[in-house]
């Protein structure tokens, strides 16, 4: 043994440590394609926060790098492994700790996967809202680093609404709580909000305070179909404006509708050019519905499906959820994930369906089409290296657009290493020299998750 | 005229400065009582960006402190001038720049008017929730200086779940854009969040652009009298455990009720000693209204009162509007702002209680109880030394009760001067050391609202 891991073991239980070259390649990367991903010299499985302490006690002493990784589902490559480096793998910190109804808050540890709180906080009669499509293996770590959001965030939110206070591990190994466990609360500077979404680059969360809502009623949804993506965006645009709030609005482009039928069982209409799905789970949800149904058929749909049962709505969702995995079959794929204003999601789509056709390319498209966050979905031959680059510009070509037309280059999978170039194009020169400067507040020596984001 | 003042008219127009002492003394302070407050060189109104980036650079090359304000409406005196200081009123960039119903944002300069932007918002079916008591004076700037909060927290949150993006002059004017004009958005650490409550210590907000939501229902409301805090605790947190979501639920107890009645107009119940108003505004309000009522009962009330139509819902809240100017007359006042966890109210009234009678002092309560959130309010003779003492120590034990309860010293009204020794008590010495390292990152010279929270 090294003298690192030697130096690790002293603070760490047995079975805590994996040095075998078979077992710590298991743990290089994330589930993003195309981002280079190097081999760690060990994974650390804590399970206490003096054990985490310990470990970057030592990576501050011994000047070594430390990843932070949760599930690995991230799609940004934050999670990636650097040569050399301790991957700090979070998942056996798995407790829920507090559940707690009447002040509506969990307090877990971060290895804690989200299907699992949300199971624990409805059989209390709660919701934990924010739910990646990953949200069955991720782990609320995880959700934290990225700023993760989901199907949900038209009416609840991303997962930073929900972070009430942190404890977090810093580079050096002191611990720094952040936040409360009150619903509000002023004292000092938010540091709570500024570590969600920083991808493991300032410290390791140990420990989270997490706000709670009551459980909403079953959702009903809805699904019509739009000759254009102008005519869609057009109906997005007036559910927005004519004050509904949806617990969800998804739009799937005609390559998506076509390969979830490709993959055998939905039997959506081929001709659609954009699918969308809408669901209401407030008490009004019937009226909504149909109010919807009505303001689609204006706006231009061919046809209007409205769910008369919770059965029928997850069916109708159903299709949504085959969309990645339909596309995942075509070909090799980059997921891309640029926000735009809702007012221009229609422009988003056809500046997309540009782009593909330019390079030549099939790209995919789902939406949370209330948020303004689409996913491209580039697909391509990784093994034909010409078509391999024009995916990578279709790819950048998509967040140059989004940009254009106001938005961000990331609404919810984060920088990673695969946006790392795009950072500072959306940010500026002054933004990027306060992140960096930030950065060195919290980690001087630059051994959290280096490379990453900033 | 000094150096500083020629230096500054060189960038901005006839009248944006004011040096009379008649004239700069009416903005030496906010409305915190008890705090010191020097005497600034100079009060400057900036009409653009450009003139406060003009006078941030001429601060930073002179090395004079800076203190931007709004409305001065403030109750921590973080918006308290220092001797020789530049005053930096932003109350004449008032501007609402953008209001935006499909992509549900505003865009305003800091001097817009908290009500000012509500009827905007209004007036295109949208709604700004944030809603300090100050909300017809108070500006979003000091808003989101302080981290405000209101009447409507317990449903919608504080301002800082409002602030999408911001512009902001930094302390040696360069112009820092952070955010985002989408739903959502991960790209870099959330400086956005970061700046929301830090009391114009890190920049000066120049533009915000807020999220809006659609306008809700009118609000019914209903009063519920209780024998004691113990058993209006327990009302609230059924409310809480069962799912129900107020917008609003204020409690108010003996002394602030009495103090409201010999204000004249209200004929408050005089026995009560606790009085619970809870309002809703959703679909289900008449059935959510009367559900919470009957559970009133069963915890204890002795009197439920519901309002049957709006008009009588804000007669019934007037009693909770008119407890502050109530409790101003009975003598000098010092308002805490203690947050608890919701299950903890009970047990801080009682303490507060308890800590009056110790000091034999009139303390009156009002709580946004939904949020744990209390606002003790201590009452004495300015002019007596003795029962001034007394009243800063009851003022202080009250902080240590909330802490002591898990709750934090500032739920809404910010560090300021006034909490500033306390703020380390409740952070700890990691957190205030990053505290202060962030700080020294924005203002590496210090000069924007020194003294103030960190």
Same mark, same amino acid.
């Given at each position: 043994? $090294?003298?690192?891991?030697?130096?690790?073991?002293?603070?760490?239980?047995?079975?805590?440590? +994996?040095?075998?070259?078979?077992? @710590?390649?298991?743990? /290089?990367?994330?589930?993003?394609?195309?981002?280079?991903?190097?081999?760690?010299?060990?994974?650390?499985?804590? *399970?206490?926060?003096?054990?985490? #302490?310990?470990?970057?006690? !030592?990576?501050?002493?011994?000047?070594?790098?430390?990843?932070?990784?949760? +599930?690995?589902?991230?799609?940004?490559?934050?999670?990636?492994? %650097?040569?050399?480096?301790?991957?700090?793998?979070?998942?056996?910190?798995?407790?829920?700790?507090?559940?707690?109804?009447?002040? &509506?808050?969990?307090?877990?540890?971060?290895? %804690?996967?989200?299907?699992?709180?949300?199971? +624990?906080?409805?059989?209390?009669?709660?919701?934990?809202?924010?739910?990646?499509?990953?949200?069955?293996?991720?782990?609320?770590?995880?959700?934290?680093?990225? =700023?993760? =959001?989901?199907?949900?965030?038209?009416?609840?939110?991303?997962?930073?609404?929900?972070?009430?206070?942190?404890?977090?591990?810093?580079?050096?190994?002191?611990?720094?709580?952040?936040?409360? /466990?009150?619903?509000?609360?002023?004292?000092?500077?938010?540091? @709570? /909000?500024?570590?969600?979404?920083?991808?493991?680059?300032?410290?390791?969360?140990? &420990?989270?305070?997490?706000?709670?809502?009551?459980?909403?009623?079953?959702?009903?949804?809805?699904?019509?179909?739009?000759?254009?993506?102008?005519?869609?965006?057009?109906?997005?645009? *007036?559910?927005?404006?004519?004050?509904?709030?949806?617990?969800?609005?998804?739009?799937?482009?005609? %390559?998506?509708?076509?390969?979830?039928?490709?993959?055998?069982?939905?039997?959506?209409?081929?001709?659609?050019?954009?699918?969308?799905?809408?669901?209401?789970?407030?008490?009004?949800?019937?009226?909504?519905?149909?109010?919807?149904?009505?303001?689609?058929?204006?706006? =231009?749909?061919? *046809?209007?499906?409205?769910?008369?049962? #919770?059965?029928? $709505?997850?069916?109708?969702?159903?299709?949504? &959820?085959?969309?990645?995995?339909?596309?995942?079959?075509?070909? !090799?794929?980059?997921?891309?994930?640029?926000?735009?204003?809702?007012? #221009?999601?229609?422009?988003?789509?056809?500046?997309? +369906?540009?782009?593909?056709?330019?390079?030549?390319?099939?790209?995919?498209?789902?939406?949370?089409?209330?948020? =303004?966050?689409?996913?491209?979905?580039?697909?391509?031959?990784?093994?034909?290296?010409?078509?391999?680059? /024009?995916?990578? #510009?279709?790819?950048?070509?998509?967040?140059?657009?989004?940009?254009?037309?106001?938005?961000?280059?990331?609404?919810?999978?984060?920088?990673?290493?695969?946006?790392? *170039?795009?950072?500072?194009?959306?940010?500026?020169?002054?933004?990027?020299?306060?992140?960096?400067?930030?950065?060195?507040?919290?980690?001087?020596?630059?051994?959290?998750?280096?490379?990453?984001?900033?």
């Amino acid at each position: 043994m $090294s003298d690192l891991t030697d130096r690790l073991a002293e603070g760490l239980p047995p079975g805590a440590l +994996a040095v075998d070259p078979d077992v @710590t390649a298991a743990y /290089r990367h994330d589930m993003a394609d195309f981002c280079p991903a190097g081999t760690p010299a060990v994974v650390v499985f804590p *399970e206490t926060v003096e054990q985490v #302490r310990h470990v970057m006690r !030592t990576a501050t002493a011994l000047r070594v790098p430390v990843v932070p990784q949760g +599930a690995r589902t991230g799609l940004s490559g934050a999670a990636n492994a %650097v040569d050399g480096c301790i991957v700090l793998s979070m998942v056996k910190m798995n407790r829920i700790l507090e559940l707690d109804p009447v002040n &509506r808050i969990a307090v877990v540890e971060p290895g %804690v996967v989200n299907a699992d709180l949300s199971r +624990a906080a409805a059989a209390s009669g709660l919701a934990y809202p924010p739910d990646p499509s990953s949200w069955e293996s991720c782990t609320i770590g995880g959700n934290i680093g990225t =700023g993760a =959001g989901g199907l949900c965030c038209v009416k609840y939110g991303v997962t930073s609404e929900y972070v009430l206070g942190l404890d977090v591990v810093l580079a050096d190994g002191r611990l720094l709580s952040t936040g409360r /466990r009150t619903a509000k609360g002023v004292a000092g500077y938010d540091l @709570t /909000r500024l570590l969600v979404g920083s991808e493991g680059t300032l410290g390791v969360v140990v &420990r989270a305070v997490l706000a709670l809502r009551p459980a909403p009623a079953p959702r009903l949804a809805l699904a019509a179909e739009f000759p254009s993506a102008a005519t869609a965006g057009a109906a997005v645009c *007036e559910v927005m404006a004519r004050g509904f709030t949806p617990s969800l609005m998804e739009l799937m482009d005609a %390559v998506s509708v076509r390969a979830v039928n490709d993959l055998g069982r939905m039997g959506l209409p081929e001709s659609t050019q954009a699918l969308l799905l809408v669901a209401f789970d407030g008490p009004d949800r019937v009226a909504e519905l149909d109010a919807v149904g009505e303001l689609c058929r204006a706006a =231009g749909a061919t *046809e209007v499906v409205p769910a008369g049962t #919770r059965a029928e $709505s997850e069916l109708l969702l159903e299709a949504r &959820r085959q969309a990645l995995p339909a596309l995942d079959r075509l070909g !090799t794929t980059m997921i891309d994930d640029v926000a735009v204003p809702c007012s #221009r999601l229609a422009e988003m789509l056809d500046g997309v +369906a540009a782009i593909a056709e330019r390079h030549a390319l099939t790209i995919g498209v789902v939406s949370h089409a209330g948020d =303004g966050n689409t996913h491209p979905i580039v697909i391509f031959d990784a093994a034909d290296a010409e078509q391999s680059a /024009r995916a990578q #510009r279709s790819f950048d070509e998509i967040m140059a657009l989004g940009l254009e037309l106001g938005g961000t280059i990331t609404g919810e999978h984060g920088v990673g290493l695969l946006k790392r *170039e795009w950072l500072a194009r959306e940010l500026g020169p002054v933004a990027m020299d306060l992140q960096r400067q930030l950065k060195a507040v919290f980690d001087p020596l630059g051994i959290l998750n280096p490379g990453k984001a900033i």
